[in-house]
C-alpha cells in the first residue's frame, strides 16, 4: 500500500490522541484512505518529558527542521496552541511544502488571513475541522455537505466548557465559582478559564463559521459578546420557571446583513438547543434547501478532536483538502458577501430581571421606563417579599416582546438609575 | 469560470428541486465548486407534460442518447424511481462515462453491487448521499468526516412516513388508519405506503448504512425487520405511562459480530431520538474516538433531498466524489469485515402487552412461561377491570430486563397458546 508520510508538530493531549490513532489503528486509516498514513516524526518542546503515548524508537524529536527538510513527509498535523510560536511554525512548515491539519481556533481566528493567503501562494491547504466544536464535522457539513444551501441561520453552544458550568448551576444549584471549580476538577476548565467563560472562545468559533457560511469578513474580537461569568443562580431559576434554560449561544443570523453575537440565552425547553448538558457541543444549522439540521456531539476532548484531525490528515492525504480548500471562503481574496448589522438595531425578545424596592407605584416607574423606548411587556413575574418590614427588596422579572437591542439597552439603562433599582439589573436574550 | 455539463434524467418532485438549484442559484454553485455547474439536458418520458419548473428552451428531452452521445456532459443526476428501467439507465449512462448521482435507495439496495463494480471497472463514481436521510448528509458523516473512527453504533429514525404517523397517534390519538390517510393528505406518504410502513424502507437504509459504516455485506431482505402497521394505540398510551415513547428504529450495533434490525421500540424520553417528531429523521452514531455524534433533519421532502443531490454535484464536478469513491467501503470487492449475529441471540429489554382473563392464577402462568425461558421481569402494570361481570379481559404490560430474541419470542409464542391469553401479545424493544 502506498504510503503518506505525517509528522505530528507539538505533543499535548490532543498531539497524544492523535498519535494513538495513527499507531494503533493504522488498518483503519489505511482503509479509509486507501493508503497508510505513517507517522514519521513528532516534534515536542523537550524530548525528555515523560509522555503517556507508547512512541516507538527515534520519533521523537526537538528538532522542526528534521520534518521541514524532509520532503517525504508530506501532511503535519500542528497541534502547538496559542500564537506564538504556533504562527511562525506554521509558516516554516508551509514554506517549506507542507500542507497543514491543525486544531489551533485562537491561532485560525487572529491570524487566519495571513495563513491563508501564504498557503494558497503556495499551492498549499490548511485543514482546520478540530477548531469548531471538536468532534461535531461542522466545518465539513458547512463547508462541502451543505454546499447547495444558502445559509440562513446559524447558531450554536460552541464553548463545552461554558455549557458544563451552566448545567452544573442549573441541575445542582451550584453557584458560579463552585460551579468553575467543579469543571476545573473534572478536566472541563483550565487553570484560567476566562477566554471561555467571557464568550471570547465562542466567538472566535462564531468568527470561523460565519466566514464560511457566510463570506462575512469580521475579526472575532469584533463581534459583541457576553459570557457566563456574570450568571446569577437565581436567573436559571426563574428561567426553569418560564419555561427555559439559559445556554451560551452563539448566533449567525441573515437578514439583510448578518447579525452575529455570543450571549447567555433563555432556550425555550424542549428545543434541541435547550437539551445540551455537560460539555457537549450543538449546532443548529438553517439552509434554504435542506431547512434545519441539528449537530450534537462532544466539543472537547482528547479523542473527539484527535478524531477531526485524523480525519482531516485523511482528507488531505487522499487529495479532498486540496480540492475543497480552493474554494472555501474563508479568508479568501474576494469580497465580503455580507455586511455585518449594526449590534442596536438586531432585534429580540429580552429577560430582564430587576432587584426594587417593595413600594406602591415601582412597577409604573420601570414598565413606565420601558414604554418610553417601546418595549412592550409580554409577562411579569413579581412574588412577594419573603418577610414583613421596611426597606424591602424584591426581583421583578419581566419577559418583553420583541424590540431592537439598542432600545433594550437604552431601556435598562434609564431603569438602573431610578430611585427604586437597587441594583444593576440583568438582561438576557430570548429564543422561543 | 470553467463549467461543468449536467444532465438531469428523470424530472420527478426531486429532479425539479434540483433543476431550480441549479438553474437560479448557479451563483451559490459556482462559488462552491469554482466552476460554473450547467445544467445542459434534461430527459424526461413525455416532454409534453406539464411541469412546475420554467425551464429554459430546449433543454428538455425523451431521448437519453442527447446525454449519453455527448461528450461535454460529464455528470449526470439520475432521478429515476424504483428498479427498472432505473438500472438499465444507470449502466448505459456509466458505460458511456457519466459520474452518476443518485437519490434512488431501492436501486442501490437491490442492484448496488452490480452498479458499484461496473462503475469501477469504467473509473466512474456514483455519489448516493440523498439515498439515505435526505437532507441530513449521513452519507459523508460516516465516508468521510468519521473515518478515523470504528463506528460501533448506528441508531436512526430513517422512516419520515412511520414517524409521522407514530406522531400523529401519539399526539393527537389517532388510529393507524385516521394516521395514514392524514400522512397521505398531507404528502407525507404515498398512496401505497406499504414499504414504508412495513420496515422495508428503513431496512433498506441501513443495509446501505451498514455497508459503509462496517463493512458487512448484506442484503436488506435478510434484515430482521417489524414496522408500524400493526401498531395499536394503546401501547403508545401505555410506553407513555412507563415514559418512553415508540419510534421505528433502524439499529446496527456492533458487538462481535453485527446486530442489524428495523423495529418498533420504546425509547426513554429525554433521549434526543425519543424527541423526533413529524417526518423528520434522526441518526445517532457512536465512533470509538468521537463518542456519540446525533444528526437531526428532515429526511425528505423535494428541496431537502435536492439539496443533498446538488452536493454531490458539486462533489463530483470538484472531483472529491471520485478520491471518496475508491475507498467507500460499499459493495466493494474485499470480504466482509464483519458476520452478522443470529438475531435470536440479540440481547434487548422488552415490552410485552397481553390481553387476559381477569382470574386469580393468571399472572402466576404467564410469569411462569416467562421463567421457563430465563426472562426475568423489571416492571408489570395491570389495571382494575373497567366494568364488574363475568369474563373479564385485562391488558396486562409486563417490561422485562435483558434476554435474548430468541427467548423473548419463545416466551411469547408460549404465553399467546395458553387458555387465559386472548389475543396474540405485543412485544416490543426498549432502548433505555
Redesign the interface.
Known amino acids: 500500500m502506498e504510503r503518506t508520510n505525517v509528522a505530528i508538530v507539538g505533543m499535548g493531549t490532543v498531539g497524544t490522541?492523535v498519535a494513538q490513532?495513527l499507531l494503533d489503528?493504522g488498518d483503519?486509516?489505511g482503509?479509509?484512505?486507501?493508503r497508510t498514513l505513517w507517522l514519521k516524526r513528532v516534534v515536542v518542546n523537550d524530548v525528555n518529558k515523560p509522555r503517556d503515548a507508547d512512541l516507538p524508537e527515534g520519533l521523537l524529536t526537538d528538532d522542526l527542521t528534521t520534518v521541514t527538510d524532509d520532503p517525504e513527509i508530506t501532511v503535519v498535523a500542528q497541534l502547538i496552541g496559542g500564537l506564538e510560536p504556533a504562527r511562525s511554525i506554521m509558516l516554516q512548515l508551509l514554506e517549506s511544502g507542507k500542507d497543514i491539519v491543525t486544531a489551533n481556533k485562537a491561532l485560525l481566528a487572529e491570524h487566519g488571513p495571513e495563513l491563508f493567503d501564504r498557503a494558497r501562494e503556495l499551492g498549499r491547504s490548511i485543514a482546520f475541522?478540530a477548531s469548531v466544536a471538536g468532534?461535531?464535522?461542522i466545518i465539513?457539513?458547512i463547508g462541502?455537505?451543505?454546499?447547495?444551501?444558502?445559509i440562513t441561520s446559524l447558531r450554536g453552544i460552541l464553548n463545552g466548557t461554558s455549557n458544563f458550568i451552566v448545567s452544573q448551576m442549573e441541575e445542582y444549584g451550584a453557584d458560579y465559582s463552585e460551579a468553575v471549580r467543579e469543571a476545573q476538577r473534572l478536566g472541563f476548565a483550565e487553570a484560567d478559564p476566562a477566554m471561555d467563560v467571557d464568550g471570547s472562545d465562542a466567538a472566535q468559533k462564531l468568527a470561523i463559521l460565519a466566514h464560511l457560511a457566510f463570506?462575512a469578513r469580521v475579526h472575532w474580537s469584533d463581534i459583541p459578546r457576553v459570557g457566563i461569568d456574570q450568571l446569577d443562580p437565581a436567573d436559571l431559576g426563574y428561567a426553569k420557571e418560564l419555561g427555559y434554560r439559559i445556554k451560551l449561544l452563539a448566533i449567525a443570523q441573515l437578514n439583510d446583513c448578518l447579525e452575529l453575537h455570543v450571549s447567555p440565552t433563555l432556550v425555550r425547553m424542549?428545543r434541541?438547543l435547550a437539551?445540551v448538558r455537560e460539555a457537549y457541543n450543538a449546532v443548529s444549522v438553517v439552509?434554504?434547501?435542506?431547512?434545519?439540521?441539528?449537530?450534537?456531539?462532544?466539543g472537547a476532548?482528547q479523542?473527539?478532536t484527535?478524531?477531526?484531525?485524523?480525519?482531516d490528515l485523511?482528507?488531505t492525504a487522499?487529495?479532498?483538502t486540496k480540492?475543497?480548500f480552493?474554494?472555501l471562503?474563508l479568508w479568501s481574496q474576494r469580497e465580503a458577501r455580507v455586511s455585518l448589522t449594526d449590534h442596536a438595531d438586531v432585534p429580540g425578545r429580552f429577560y430582564l430581571r430587576f432587584s426594587v424596592d417593595h413600594h406602591p407605584g415601582v412597577l409604573a416607574h420601570i414598565t413606565g421606563a420601558l414604554g418610553h423606548h417601546d418595549i412592550s411587556i409580554a409577562s411579569v413575574i413579581q412574588h412577594e417579599p419573603s418577610q414583613d418590614g421596611d426597606n424591602q427588596v424584591v426581583p421583578l422579572v419581566i419577559m418583553t416582546h420583541t424590540a431592537p437591542e439598542g432600545a433594550g439597552q437604552a431601556a435598562i439603562d434609564e431603569i438602573d438609575a431610578l430611585d427604586c433599582v437597587r441594583q444593576k439589573g440583568v438582561r438576557m436574550r430570548v429564543l422561543d
Open positions: 490522541g490513532l489503528h483503519r486509516t482503509r479509509h484512505a486507501g475541522e468532534g461535531i464535522p465539513t457539513n462541502q455537505c451543505l454546499s447547495a444551501n444558502q463570506g424542549g434541541p437539551e439552509g434554504d434547501a435542506v431547512g434545519r439540521v441539528f449537530f450534537h456531539g462532544l476532548g479523542m473527539p484527535a478524531s477531526a484531525v485524523v480525519a485523511i482528507d487522499v487529495g479532498r480540492l475543497t480552493r474554494t471562503e
